[in-house]
């Protein structure tokens, strides 16, 4: 939901519609997973569109427009802040 919201940019809105391809409500569980390289990322971009991923992050963390939704998503989905610091981390590690 945030991801779609922040999404202004076609290259954000490209990210976020290849998340949502791989959502395993719609796929079924068990059949997603992917590696942070295996993105749609393009070098020219890589900064803003790992600073879009990190805010889309920090909006599920905060629960940003839960509230729209029919169901209350697992908690433990979230994440802790921790976690987004060490996908910056991580993040980084991609970029090299």
Avoid: C
């Avoid at 959502?23 to 803003?48: A, C, H, K, S, Y």
């Avoid at 569109?49 to 990190?54: A, I, N, S, T």
């Avoid at 427009?65 to 029919?70: A, F, R, T």
Wanted: overall charge negative; charged content about 25%; glycine content about 8%.
């Amino acid at each position: 939901m945030i991801g779609s919201e922040l999404a202004k940019a076609n290259r954000e809105k490209e990210i976020i519609i290849w998340l949502a391809q791989r959502d395993q409500n719609v796929v079924g569980r068990g059949t997603v997973g992917f590696d942070l390289d295996e993105m749609p990322w393009i070098e020219d971009d890589f900064p803003e569109m790992k600073e879009f991923m990190l805010s889309t992050i920090i909006g599920v963390i905060n629960r940003t427009q839960w509230d729209v939704l029919n169901y209350e998503p697992n908690d433990i989905w979230r994440g802790h802040p921790l976690d987004v610091a060490l996908l910056g981390n991580l993040m980084n590690k991609v970029q090299n």
